[in-house]
């Protein structure tokens, strides 16, 4: 692991690579942002040492450095999962990434199913906590207190000043911003009847495949961290429906859309 770093440490002070206070990283469906940057630097994952490569078709696998909103920003375009057979150290290497690159704060945008039944597809969520179920952490790692504490606080995982302003920009701009709890599984199987009612028993309002090793490691690396979920799907199960996958993308879009437009506006109001 320690090799590791130093060799992306290394390589980035090579490409002489310019750093930024902000880093996004993007989930499944949220591409526009991209499309609207003005980009200066584009590194395909399979450029970075020891960097894995996305192997879901929604993930194009790309570190881009440019300016969003006349903002300086690193983005990953594509992430990692568990289900794709990387380990967890693997998974969260772009959020060490991005660390060396200068980034404090860390947006985190992924595509949940919705268990709260007052959450409807294409809305947003807010992640104010999570629950692990992903059977593993990304700091249980010999070695691992190198890289940072060990025993990572998480009373606190995700920034409350940062989610107090996410709250008011949406207000403002009349955007549906929910507040839950995400859980992250390893999938890649959608869950069945009996996990839903499980998932909801436990105090789930949204289930997914990512987000919660890439915060885990952000907390051991002092990152400010906010996520949000775009709701692709209704998980009720007591009316179950077949996966549906070009309406889980249609509803990903039309959530990206009002996802880019908040944090627009917090870039605009707040000069992150």
Known sequence: MISKIEVL??????KKLPQAPLGIILGTGLESL?????????????????????????????LLFGYWQGHPLWVCQ?????????????????VRTLALLGVKTLWISNAAGA??????????????DHINLQ??????????????PRFVDMSTPYDRTLQSRFISQAKNNKITLHQGVYAAVVGPQLETAAEYRYLKIIGT????????????????LDLNVAAFSVLTDECNPEDLHPIDIPDIMAQAKKGETQLLSLLAGYLDQYNQ
């Open 205 to 220: 309002d949204a289930v997914g495949m990512s987000t919660v090793p890439e915060v885990i490691v952000a907390r051991q």
């Open 78 to 94: 594509g992430r990692f999962h568990l289900y794709e057979g990387h380990t967890l150290f693997d998974i969260t290497l772009p």
């Open 34 to 62: 991209v499309e609207q940057m003005d980009i200066e630097h584009e590194i395909p994952y399979e450029s970075l040492p020891h960097f894995p490569v996305p192997t879901v078709a929604f993930h194009t696998g790309k």
């Open 135 to 148: 059977g593993g952490s990304p700091l249980a790692y010999q070695g691992i207190d190198k890289l940072g």
């Open 9 to 14: 440490q290394n390589y980035i002070n090579s």
């Open 115 to 128: 268990i709260n039944p007052n959450f409807k597809k294409g809305e947003l969520m807010l992640i104010k």
